[in-house]
């Protein structure tokens, strides 16, 4: 597994931006796109040393946001999803989300799984 990035709810994506712009140096970011698969709308950003951010806003989020529970999820890029996830599980790992394509990334499919980590979502290479 190589990291990919990080997942942090967010109540409102566009000023979640604009906040991050004040503090971070902001290489690109993308088009803020809704994902029926996720149930979420979702912006990524990519700053200039190669880190990746993933704004996430919506109901998936919601509850996280009012705790102000901000910090969502570690995401790794894998080869073979299927294949990390049945090693996962084996290993202790309970899968929160089967997985599914996503718009964000050009529908590679993704899968949540809770772990030693927290939540961690795959992303397949």
Do not use: P
Request: net charge negative.
């Amino acid at each position: 597994m190589k990291f990919h990035h990080i997942g942090i709810a967010t109540e409102d994506i566009e000023k979640s931006i604009e906040k991050l712009k004040k503090y971070f140096d902001i290489k690109e970011i993308s088009k803020i796109v809704y994902d029926k698969n996720q149930d979420a709308n979702l912006c990524m950003l990519e700053m200039n040393d190669g880190i990746m951010i993933e704004l996430i806003s919506g109901g998936v989020v919601s509850n996280l946001v009012k705790k102000r529970q901000y910090l969502y999820h570690t995401c790794y890029s894998v080869k073979n999803i299927d294949e990390m996830i049945e090693k996962l599980t084996s290993d202790g790992a309970f899968l929160v989300r089967e997985a599914k394509e996503a718009i964000l990334f050009n529908n590679k499919r993704v899968a949540f799984l809770m772990w030693d980590l927290g939540l961690i979502e795959l992303v397949e290479e």
